[in-house]
């Protein structure tokens, strides 16, 4: 059974940081890109970043994250991890990270991934 778990979110100030983690569990993880996706209230689910399956060290970002948040994939421990710098009040909402397999391209759309964690909360304060 594919299993995410998100872990790492909190209370922060603005221009403060965070570091999430992805843990999976239950299939090979090195086939899998990971997605780092965001949900606000109210607001549409919105893509963050993405460690591809072919990569270790070619990230995608958002515009909105670029320059700001680090996506690190280690495929030995299962795990990618979203490190989150200069956060602003617009950062706040539930961070989720997705699972999709072998997928080569559109890694930015959230209907690629199957497999889903609970989420984490982050929030940021001005």
């Known amino acids: 059974e594919v299993q995410l778990v998100e872990s790492g979110g909190g209370l922060v100030q603005a221009g403060g940081s965070l570091r999430l983690s992805c843990a999976a569990f239950?299939?090979?993880?090195?086939?899998?890109?990971i997605g780092w996706f965001r949900q606000a209230p109210g607001k549409e689910r919105e893509f963050v970043a993405a460690a591809p399956w072919w990569s270790t060290t070619s990230p995608y970002y958002s515009d909105a994250v670029k320059g700001r948040f680090t996506a690190s994939r280690d495929n030995a421990k299962s795990t990618v991890s979203l490190q989150m710098t200069g956060l602003k009040p617009e950062d706040t909402a539930n961070y989720y990270c997705?699972?999709?397999?072998?997928?080569?391209?559109?890694?930015?759309?959230?209907?690629?991934?199957?497999?889903w964690g609970q989420g984490t909360q982050v929030t940021v304060s001005s």
């Open positions: 239950g299939f090979t993880f090195d086939d899998y890109a």
């Open positions: 997705a699972a999709s397999y072998r997928t080569m391209g559109g890694v930015q759309y959230a209907s690629l991934y199957n497999s």
